[in-house]
């Protein structure tokens, strides 16, 4: 069965741009969920969603949002880049009551 | 607020020795509990997890994690290092009410001496 997978792995953005990026869940997990990581703050959940509808949030900015579309394939948008953006944002999907999340490689955002 | 605390930010152990790596939690109730595992440039790895029952879980990788809901701890060991563990590894903690948020420590990172 194929990961989670995330694309694109890597991107340069410049401040005051957005930037969308992508995650395929493992096929039947229903549940998506977003992290970022920083060498200053860790890792940080940025949201969850299931059956398109977001579930839990965690303490960012409006500028980070989410979707997730009816094949449970998820999309987070950063708009307004700051420089303190750049990160490897990490999705995790799970089964639906099954607390184990897996985690695809990430997407390493640097802005400049 | 929940929070993770993993003391030792680095940990230098020989191959071959033993290997314990701390995690103490805050939390409001027993949460359920994981370690992750992370090679550089590559996503987390689920090594273990604790959702209730017997105290001491085994992982993949010869991995094994005690809880001892005295110490608010969840400490992983690892009887015999291979080169092959060098890595960060994260204890993270999740609500057992609905919803995948986790929790995450500031991660320990190991380094194996041949």
């Known amino acids: 069965k194929a990961g989670v997978t995330q694309t694109p792995r890597y991107l340069i953005k410049t401040r005051g741009q957005q930037v969308t990026l992508s995650c395929s869940p493992i096929s039947g997990h229903r549940s998506v969920s977003w992290y970022q990581q920083t060498p200053g703050q860790g890792l940080q959940f940025l949201f969850e969603y299931f059956s398109e509808t977001q579930r839990n949030k965690g303490n960012f900015p409006g500028r980070f949002s989410g979707r997730q579309f009816s094949n449970s394939r998820s999309e987070m948008n950063v708009s307004t880049l700051e420089l303190g953006d750049s990160a490897l944002y990490l999705c995790?999907?799970?089964?639906?009551?099954?607390?184990?999340?897996?985690f695809g490689p990430g997407t390493r955002l640097t802005v400049t | 607020a929940q929070s993770v605390t993993q003391p030792d930010i680095h940990i230098t152990v020989s191959e071959g020795a033993s290997l314990e790596l701390r995690c103490n939690y805050s939390?409001?109730?027993?949460?359920?509990l994981f370690w992750y595992v992370q090679s550089p440039g590559q996503g987390l790895q689920l090594l273990l997890k604790?959702?209730?029952?017997?105290?001491l879980v085994q992982g993949i990788k010869g991995f094994e994690a005690e809880f001892k809901r005295s110490q608010s701890s969840f400490n992983l060991r690892k009887p015999s290092v291979h080169w092959s563990d060098a890595a960060e590894y994260f204890c993270?903690?999740?609500?057992?009410?609905?919803?995948?948020?986790?929790?995450f420590g500031g991660g320990t990172r190991v380094l194996v001496k041949p």
């Open positions: 995790a999907s799970s089964l639906v009551g099954v607390y184990e999340q897996y």
């Open positions: 993270a903690v999740g609500p057992k009410a609905a919803g995948n948020k986790l929790t």
């Open positions: 604790y959702f209730s029952g017997d105290t």
């Open positions: 939390y409001g109730a027993t949460p359920y």
